[in-house]
């Protein structure tokens, strides 16, 4: 493969690399996964001249193969207390990296532990004894000529997962490795050679590897929800369990052959996906995958836009990236997870079987729940940037984008269900009132947090103690955004299949208005009236969304190479391959296992007592 590659794709093109990875390894990743994902992108973004030109060329052209090496074993999301040091020594203008305590050794990190011999690594930047913070150095782990480990370097994998098995996620040791002084990241920030540091104009910018994964997320997991919800979505359309309602009719074969009779007998069972019960557990998630896709445009543009502003001196849309991709991150891996779970339930007995191809993307997807930021802290740092926002709102201050609603006034009443037959107007009338519950979450989330410190507790402390709330807040900031980016895309979307997206977002919004109802009852916005009206046409868009819900999931586009699942094969033929898949077992070779003569040593015994 690694010979092939070049011939197949373009290597420095990440989507014919990401068409490579899932057509050839799925869902599980490849050897050089990092390389692209991370290695690559961080030293495109952060490296200075000097080393982009020495190290890019290579690295794009796999002559090096690197990974990104931050998180610790004993510290992940809080990069401020990361124990790697990197240390200046002024005399040989070079770095001296090394891991002080056993917690200090990077864990986790994908394609460490046995294919990378090149390392992005954060580490604490020691200047004359004093700290400047985490921030990133290249450093050469093994050999290019016949890949053993380098002198000071401890590299290794940590062994089996919950799934990911085609990452060899690593360990990496440093014991006092030097390193020039031009191989730290010096994009952003600087270390002269006589030891002046020079910090970055934004301090966001030295975290731009983590802000670009998080930017990706959103794509990465409603891959994940596609997948599931595909698999879920043929096979319930293929599964026939029960009736829906009993018909008088006359059939021969309700007669076991004998002839016509006539009398009670049942029209074939139904498909399970004409229950409403299983409509309104997958199509939600169909909506999700969408949508989730769709905002995963929306970050990746504004991404783009970001770093151009970067390259020339504008800032502004930093904080608004950083606040976005820190709670997507966050939303996005939770309810895809969910939504898989969702999807495995609906498949009933058969959704456990590994032949169901659903353990594989709900392992994958549940990491993301964890990795570039603990969910909950990922909140909190939306969170923040929320609080500072309900105070500039409150000062009359210019608002970013994503939280102009923060400067709004609002109506106090919701008006939905008071535009029947407008259907823009009933949509803009749920994103509104989807506004009115974030807006109050953020400021009551900032009342609370005031009254604390006016008591007398520190910010820190006062913080920690209505976190839940802040987090609370964040979350709906985040689905706010969410389905301001499904709008957006589909009311903008080409005409030919702008009316059945149109059905998957108005699904969207019920769908989000009933989760949050008691938000939307809490202060009377909404009246027990109007939630019952959101949910019935909820019901009436599961109804609308049955006849199109095969052709929506086939629109993913997931070959069944890719689905790896017996359930969602797109020709239909379940069963016969779920029989077939079954009998490959290596339990089925011999129809007697070898070990069967102790067991059968046992009962002869046993029915000799008798």
């Not at 200075?48 to 190290?55: K, M, S, V």
């Amino acid at each position: 493969m690694v010979k092939k590659v070049h011939e197949l794709v373009d290597v420095s093109n990440q989507a014919e690399m990401k068409q490579l990875n899932e057509e050839v390894f799925c869902i599980e990743g490849f050897p050089f996964f990092l390389h692209f994902g991370m290695f690559l992108p961080v030293l495109q973004g952060q490296a200075h001249e000097e080393l982009a030109a020495e190290f890019l060329p290579r690295a794009m052209t796999l002559g090096i193969i690197g990974t990104y090496a931050q998180t610790e074993m004993g510290h992940g999301t809080n990069l401020r207390e990361l124990e790697t040091t990197a240390t200046y020594d002024k005399r040989a203008e070079e770095f001296v990296l090394h891991s002080p305590t056993r917690s200090a050794m990077k864990w986790w990190p994908g394609n460490l532990g046995k294919m990378s011999n090149y390392a992005i690594v954060t580490a604490q930047l020691i200047i004359d004894g004093k700290r400047y913070g985490p921030h990133n150095f290249l450093v050469q782990l093994r050999s290019e000529k016949d890949h053993r480990p380098l002198p000071g370097i401890t590299v290794g994998d940590i062994g089996p997962k919950f799934g990911a098995g085609g990452l060899d996620n690593g360990f990496l040791g440093l014991d006092r490795v030097r390193i020039p002084r031009t191989r730290m990241l010096m994009k952003h920030a600087k270390v002269a050679r006589d030891g002046t540091y020079t910090p970055p104009i934004h301090s966001k910018l030295n975290y731009g590897g983590m802000v670009y994964v998080r930017a990706h997320m959103s794509h990465t997991q409603a891959n994940g929800l596609a997948l599931a919800v595909t698999v879920a979505t043929r096979y319930s359309a293929i599964r026939r369990q029960g009736r829906i309602a009993a018909e008088q009719v006359s059939y021969p074969e309700c007669a076991g052959g004998r002839g016509p009779w006539t009398g009670q007998c049942s029209q074939p069972e139904v498909q399970v996906l004409d229950y409403q019960t299983q409509q309104y557990r997958l199509f939600p998630q169909i909506a999700r995958a969408y949508a989730y896709r769709f905002v995963g445009d929306e970050v990746l543009e504004l991404y783009q836009q970001t770093m151009k502003g970067i390259d020339n001196g504008e800032m502004d849309l930093l904080p608004d990236l950083h606040a976005l991709t820190s709670g997507l991150k966050s939303e996005v891996s939770y309810h895809a997870a969910l939504g898989i779970e969702q999807c495995r339930m609906a498949c009933g007995g058969h959704g456990y079987s590994l032949a169901s191809g659903l353990p594989k993307p709900y392992a994958i997807v549940i990491a993301g729940c964890t990795y570039e930021g603990e969910n909950m802290v990922m909140l909190q740092q939306a969170a923040r940037y929320l609080m500072k926002s309900v105070k500039r709102a409150a000062r009359g201050e210019k608002l970013s984008y994503s939280v102009q609603y923060l400067g709004k006034t609002g109506a106090a009443r919701s008006s939905i269900g008071r535009c029947e037959g407008q259907r823009e107007k009933e949509y803009e009338a749920m994103l509104s009132s989807l506004e009115h519950v974030a807006r109050r979450l953020a400021q009551e989330a900032c009342v609370l947090w005031n009254k604390r410190i006016e008591a007398g507790e520190t910010k820190e402390r006062a913080w920690n103690g209505v976190t839940v709330e802040m987090n609370r807040a964040a979350r709906i900031y985040t689905r706010l955004f969410i389905a301001r980016a499904f709008h957006r895309r589909v009311t903008s979307a080409p005409a030919s299949v702008r009316p059945v997206l149109i059905d998957l977002l108005s699904l969207y919004l019920h769908y989000e208005c009933v989760d949050m109802a008691s938000h939307l009852l809490h202060d009377g916005h909404c009246t027990g009236e109007q939630i019952k009206h959101i949910k019935q046409k909820l019901y009436e868009d599961l109804a609308k969304i049955r006849p199109n819900a095969v052709s929506l999931v086939d629109a993913f586009d997931i070959s069944d190479r890719q689905l790896n699942s017996v359930l969602g094969k797109r020709d239909g033929n379940v069963y016969e391959a779920l029989y077939q898949w079954a009998k490959a077992s290596e339990l089925n070779y011999t129809d007697v296992l070898p070990a069967f003569g102790h067991l059968q040593q046992m009962m002869e015994e046993n029915r000799a007592k008798i």
